[in-house]
């Protein structure tokens, strides 16, 4: 008998559950999305759990008119929220989302080793381009995702440089002889290209671990080509099993051609949980938590995504690609627009059952609603099908959903072989699997896109 794959957990580090309705619950502990103790106590219950990591998904605007029912985009800087973080757990790796997009490559590499030294080799890299916050920087309008991309090559190779330019290697510390570092191993990078204009050498030494895991969110074209030749795994959208095997097979055939071993990423895709002991109870929680009498904020998405103004559609009303305008147009998130027209393409859904579909509600996660023996099977179908290499959990609706998860799914997942009973390393590194050598470093001086 073959042995089973062992899959990559990680969670989102927010209170996911107070999403939608679900704050307006009694226990949702609303109360504490600003604390700093209910998100080490949360990063503790997954390091018990041995998750091999928490990421914490970050934002650079904020939406007000979201906040009159719900938390938006109320959100803690990763950096500061994971370094507070560090000092409280022991072996989960702690990833932070940085943007490529708004902020200097020589801060977002010092951040990141920082952290990396805090958390002692725990560290991780989100790497995304932003969507939206351009007028906090500055700018009027979003740069196109083309270009966005270039930029982030461009800003990865920075960092890898400065990241390589003062190596654990050099440091003597030789009270003896008074030298203090080798500074012939220590290098100004001279970077100046397109979009930056560097010297270095970063104030921070790498850390002997080596370098950290690289993440990236971006499902598009241009998303999917860069994932293919910087990163070790990427946080997918593939609300559907066969969203997440084509996902999974076009990396592959990406990664080949970029000399990359087809199998170095792993497809983690966004996993909504909404768990119960009865599946009525979970479909009843899930209700609740989707309930409005205002659809306004699911139009507005709709049409920007597609176009199309549903307000005033009949809810019965099938939607085919017929009633879609053809043309090419620009849209906030290309992957999610897609994502979109290809449930219609396929199902032909009415208003009704599209607006509490996951495309819509849920950020195009994976969603399960039931019970954990549910969860299971549909975590082990995925696999099994090469639509997914583990998954990130984002358990919603309630506290009870998330304390299934906790203990009872991933015991389940340790049970029956899918998953660890207990830390083999200590480094987020070791967690994942990874070489020693990270590949993106032996292309740390070359140019990365070629779209």
């Excluded at 073959?2 to 969670?11: D, T, V, W």
């Excluded at 990241?163 to 100004?188: E, H, N």
């Excluded at 593939?238 to 990406?254: F, H, S, Y």
């Excluded at 709709?302 to 090419?328: N, R």
Aim: charged share 20%.
């Amino acid at each position: 008998m073959s042995q089973k794959p062992q899959l990559c957990i990680g969670m989102a580090l927010a209170m996911s559950w107070l999403s939608r309705n679900g704050w307006r619950r009694a226990e949702s502990e609303v109360e504490k999305l600003l604390s700093i103790d209910a998100y080490i106590q949360l990063t503790q219950k997954a390091e018990a759990a041995k998750l091999d990591f928490v990421f914490r998904p970050d934002t650079l605007f904020l939406k007000k008119e979201f906040l009159a029912s719900e938390p938006g985009f109320t959100s803690f800087d990763p950096m500061v929220l994971l370094a507070a973080i560090a000092p409280h757990t022991q072996r989960i790796g702690l990833v932070a989302t940085a943007s490529t997009t708004f902020n200097p490559p020589y801060v977002v590499a010092r951040q990141l080793q920082s952290l990396h030294w805090v958390t002692q080799g725990r560290a991780g890299w989100n790497i995304v381009t932003a969507l939206e916050g351009q007028q906090n920087f500055g700018e009027e309008q979003m740069m196109p995702s083309y270009e966005r991309y270039q930029k982030a090559a461009e800003f990865l190779q920075t960092v890898l440089k400065l990241w390589q330019s003062y190596p654990y290697s050099a440091l003597r510390m030789d009270k003896a002889s008074g030298q203090f570092a080798d500074t012939r191993a220590i290098v100004t990078i001279n970077h100046d290209e397109t979009y930056f204009a560097v010297q270095g050498p970063l104030n921070v030494p790498s850390h002997p671990s080596g370098q950290m895991p690289l993440f990236q969110a971006g499902s598009s074209d241009h998303g999917r080509a860069f994932a293919a030749q910087v990163a070790d795994a990427i946080f997918a959208a593939t609300p559907d099993l066969e969203a997440g095997v084509e996902l999974k097979q076009d990396l592959a055939r990406r990664a080949l051609q970029s000399g990359r071993n087809p199998d170095a990423i792993k497809v983690l895709p966004g996993l909504s949980l909404y768990l119960a002991e009865s599946r009525e109870q979970a479909e009843a929680l899930f209700r609740q938590t989707q309930q409005s009498d205002n659809f306004t904020k699911s139009f507005n998405y709709l049409h920007e995504a597609l176009g199309v103004d549903f307000s005033k559609w009949p809810m019965e009303k099938p939607i085919t690609l017929q009633h879609l305008p053809k043309q090419q147009r620009p849209v906030r998130s290309q992957t999610h627009s897609d994502l979109l027209r290809r449930l219609i393409e396929r199902e032909s859904p009415t208003l009704q059952e599209l607006l509490t579909r996951p495309e819509v509600i849920g950020s195009s996660h994976w969603l399960v609603v039931g019970t954990v023996q549910d969860a299971y099977e549909s975590i082990v179908q995925r696999v099994q099908a090469g639509a997914a290499d583990g998954f990130i959990a984002v358990p919603g609706g309630s506290l009870s959903s998330l304390n299934l998860f906790f203990d009872q799914l991933m015991p389940m997942l340790s049970a029956n072989g899918w998953f660890r009973s207990e830390y083999q390393g200590t480094t987020l590194r070791e967690h994942l699997n990874l070489p020693e050598e990270p590949s993106q470093l032996a292309h740390a001086n070359t140019e990365l896109m070629a779209f």
